[in-house]
Structures are given as C-alpha cells and as structure tokens.
C-alpha cells in the first residue's frame, strides 16, 4: 500500500499541461487545438478525475494525521493515474504531430514531458500492483463484492499444481 501511494502519485504531465500545450498546438481545422470538441471532452474527464483523486489523498492524509492506517482505497489512486497518465500522454502525442515522435527535451514541447509519460505509463501500470490486481483490491476490500475464485488459496506455493 506504501508502494501504492508513492507510485500513484507519480502522475507526471497532467491536464493543465495538456490544456496549456493544447492552447498553443495547431488543430485540424487551422486553430488551436483546444477547439476540437473530442479534446475538450477529453480534458473535462481528466480534470474530473484529477479531482476525485485529489479528495482521496485528502483522505488518506486525514487518516495519516490521525494515526490510522490508510485502507485499500488507496489503491484507487494508482489505477486511475496510471492509466490517466497513458491517455492522456497518448493523446498529447497524437495531437503534437510531428513533434511528438520527438523524444528530446530540447526540442519537443514541454520538455518532451508527455513523451516521457508515454514511455513511463505502461510500467506503472505493472509495478506496485497490476491493474487486474487493483481491481480485485477494490472489487473485495472497498465495494465488499463476492472474492474472486481462488484455487491456490491456503495452500503452499510448493504445493501449486503446474503443468508438469
Ligand atoms: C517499472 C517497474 C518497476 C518495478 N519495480 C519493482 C521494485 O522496485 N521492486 C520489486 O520487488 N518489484 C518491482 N517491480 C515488479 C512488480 O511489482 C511486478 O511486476 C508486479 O507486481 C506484477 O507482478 P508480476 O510481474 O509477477 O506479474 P504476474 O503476477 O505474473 O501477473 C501477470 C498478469 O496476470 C494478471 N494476474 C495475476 N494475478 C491475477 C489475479 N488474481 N486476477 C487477475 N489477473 C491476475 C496480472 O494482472 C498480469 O496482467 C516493478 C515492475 C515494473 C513494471
């Protein structure tokens, strides 16, 4: 779960950089980017999820400073930056053009940042925790929904059956 906070937190370029790049970059109809309706729509989620993430670590924090450990809804914030972080670097990249094949922070716009993430978000969805992982943490330990069906549960892992 510490792994957990400190990953999810690595949230790297967010929607107030995408807003700004978007601002500035050339869209398909001549004007700014940000005019695209699909994109507006994109960034309105992202800010939306932004802030849901923001009000759970305000409650994580809470728990700190009272002493309590915080619970498995913690891993919420991991799931949802990680793969925030892969959309919205995915599409920064799609609506760079040319420029977001450039992995150079001397040349492609903020500092190459969204490239960064792009390379950066897939591991993060592996490391601390797999999203499959994340899902049956929340699906059992937060929602309270029935356990997942588990064949290896109380025996030893030298005992597992294999295929051998
Ligand atoms: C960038 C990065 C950094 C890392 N850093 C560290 C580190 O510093 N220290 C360290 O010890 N480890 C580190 N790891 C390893 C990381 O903790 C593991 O890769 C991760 O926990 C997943 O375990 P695994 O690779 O064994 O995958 P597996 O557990 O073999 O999973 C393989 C696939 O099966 C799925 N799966 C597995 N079990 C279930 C289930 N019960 N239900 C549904 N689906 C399931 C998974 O979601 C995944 O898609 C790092 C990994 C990455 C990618």
């Known amino acids: 779960m510490n792994e957990r906070l400190a990953v999810g937190g690595a949230s790297g370029m967010g ?7 978007a601002r ?5 109809d001549g004007g700014a980017a940000i005019k695209d309706s ?9 800010y939306v999820q932004a802030e849901g993430l923001k009000h759970t670590r305000n409650r994580t924090m ?9 619970g498995p809804e913690s891993s919420i914030g991991k799931i949802v930056s990680a793969v925030q972080m892969q959309d919205l670097a995915s ?3 799609e609506m760079l053009d040319q420029f977001g094949i450039i992995n150079d922070p001397d040349l ?18 592996i490391a601390g925790g797999t999203d499959e992982i994340l899902k049956n943490i929340i699906a059992e330990r937060v929602l309270g929904l029935p356990g997942d069906i ?12 294999t295929g051998r």
């Open 15 to 21: 929607w107030a950089q995408f807003l700004e790049t």
């Open 24 to 28: 500035k970059t050339p869209g398909l």
């Open 38 to 46: 699909a994109l507006r729509e994109k960034l309105a989620d992202w």
């Open 62 to 70: 809470t728990a700190l400073s009272r002493g309590q450990t915080p």
């Open 91 to 93: 599409n920064a990249i």
């Open 108 to 125: 492609a716009p903020m500092h190459a940042g969204f490239q960064g993430s792009f390379m950066f978000a897939p591991g993060l969805r």
């Open 150 to 161: 588990r064949v290896d549960k109380d025996v030893a892992f030298k005992d597992m059956p």
